[in-house]
């Protein structure tokens, strides 16, 4: 098992930024991925940006060059340097830890990030 807690949602103005973090605790394996996705009222869960445990990152098209993911492999714990927010930026954020090898998805309770016009 693997629990995830996540932190620094807020409210912010357009152009404003904010960094949002995702503490991983439990069983942490090597064979992972871990990744931010977000969810608007009324629309579905999607991907925002994803690293692998060997670096690899992967971004939406929406979030490129505003946004940037990292983590803290000593510390387990990935983060989300948001900037140039946008209003369409509004959702609650989750923090998602795979294990690829096993198969098993875990995933945070979310973190809610509103960006005012």
């Known amino acids: 098992q693997v629990q995830l807690v996540e932190s620094g949602g807020g409210l912010v103005q357009a152009g404003g930024s904010l960094r949002l973090s995702c503490a991983a605790s439990?069983?942490?394996?090597?064979?992972?991925?871990m990744g931010w996705y977000r969810q608007a009222p009324g629309k579905q869960r999607e991907l925002v940006a994803t690293i692998t445990n060997g670096g690899n990152l992967n971004y939406a098209d929406s979030v490129k060059g505003r946004f940037t993911i990292s983590r803290d492999i000593a510390k387990n714990t990935m983060y989300l340097q948001m900037n140039s927010l946008k209003p369409e930026d509004t959702a609650v954020y989750y923090c998602?830890?795979?294990?690829?090898?096993?198969?098993?998805?875990?995933w945070g309770q979310g973190t809610q990030v509103t960006v005012s016009s």
């Open positions: 439990g069983s942490i394996v090597s064979t992972n991925v």
């Open positions: 998602r830890f795979t294990d690829w090898l096993r198969n098993n998805n875990y």
